[in-house]
């Protein structure tokens, strides 16, 4: 039986779909690609839709999706859950109960989203009772039913299973992702997805050495470390410079990549790790504004003089890394004088990208009653003009990298003319590497190579040459 899922949202639903994907993986069920489903030769038996809170417009398209592979897959079983599923439940549910679609479409909250990990063993087992290779769809319904039963019963596979995600292998990604840390005790005006996962929680130091060491032993060369925000991992003694000592200490050569990190986090300690070669030299900052007042009401706990130092701090401690960042343009009470002075930080602080989005008011948050409204025209005005400024940054960075020798994770999935291979490098940029007659390498493994040629207004940064 055939299996697909689709992800919208950040690294950490990334991961926990390759988590779900993976189990089905391992109980028989061949996995197609997303964008494969509506074909009759290959329309699956499940499809999994993991959602996103973080805008409106997350939510907007998550609808379509489910509507559009409702419309498509008129016999699969589509299964919706994650963040957004976690905050509109009853809506939801309300579609769940149209006749048309019961026993079609099944709503799991995203705090119960671990529970989907245990779905394909129990579809196996009970297709092994009935003494078939595998369940038939029109079973599905019922199989789900029973499954949703236990589950409920049983109270989910743990009291928090919120780590039970750890993947083996990995269908859409060529480098791992391990997840270390989840929720978020912060409480920023803007952010529904903290009130969707909930507090701060952190996987053991020990039990993420023991992941990480699973994964280099199987051949993986990069691992991602992941969370909601992972500057507020604590296990114990060990905050996330620790974490990452022993992590750099326990292991040989696997390559340590770090999702988002808070400009406030970034310690002294944090620092001195960062120097390891075996950390990749590239950081994304929460950095959301330039202005000390829009910082304030979002209620940020650092100033723009501070997020330019600690972003000084990041290149003393590695060679012109790659720094990206991401900034809400029109908060309430953010004039047109206060969004210049976050283009004018942007600028200063010459980030290789800016992933600029409007601000989304958001119910449950505190922004969602606050005055000060900028309209929908000047905010999309304003994210246009700091997408023009990433843009720039990113060529300017891209050519100071020409003719420099780095190393790069060779990557799965690119339709590229024969003896060409493409690749993500260690400061983040997207390459495609000449083998001429010779045989491609694996995808996965690490090769040393040269940027030659920038590409603008391509799928690729540069050609590089080995």
Known sequence: MFFSAYTLGCKLNQLETEAISDSFHKKGFTLISFDKIGQPTEEPGIIVINTCTVTSIAEQKARRVIRKTLKECKQACVIVTGCYAQMEKSALNALEETPELAGRLYVIPGEKKDRLIDLAAHLAGAAGDAGEAAAGISDLPRLIASWLADSTANGGLTKDGTFHFAPESFSSHSRSFIKIQDGCDRSCAYCRVRLARGKSRSLAADEVLTRLQRLEQSGYSEAVLTGVNISQYRDSSRELPELLELLLRETTSIRLRLSSIEPD?????????????????????????????????????????????????????????????????????????????????????????????????????????????????????????????????????????????????VERGECLPKGLAAGVTENYLKIRVNYGDDPLPRPGSLIRCRIKDIHVNSNFDATAER
């Not at 950081?283 to 723009?304: C, D, E, I, W």
């Not at 942007?346 to 969602?368: L, Q």
């Open 265 to 409: 986090m970034i310690t002294d300690e944090l620092l001195r790790v960062l120097e390891n070669y075996r950390i990749r030299p590239h950081f994304h900052l929460s950095l959301q504004s330039g202005s000390a007042k829009v910082l304030a009401g979002m209620g940020r706990n650092y100033t723009p003089d501070d997020a330019a130092k600690k972003a000084a701090l990041l290149r003393m401690a590695r060679n012109d890394p790659f720094i990206a960042c991401d900034i809400i343009a029109g908060f309430p009470g953010e004039t047109e004088d206060e969004f210049i002075k976050t283009f004018a930080l942007c600028e200063e602080m010459n980030f290789a990208w800016i992933h600029a989005f409007p601000f989304s008011p958001r119910p449950g948050t505190a922004a969602f009653g606050f005055s000060g409204k900028v309209n929908e025209k000047e905010k999309t005005e304003r994210v246009e003009r700091l997408n023009m400024l990433a843009v720039k940054g990113r060529r300017e960075y891209i050519r100071r990298w020409e003719g420099k020798e780095v190393e790069a994770v």
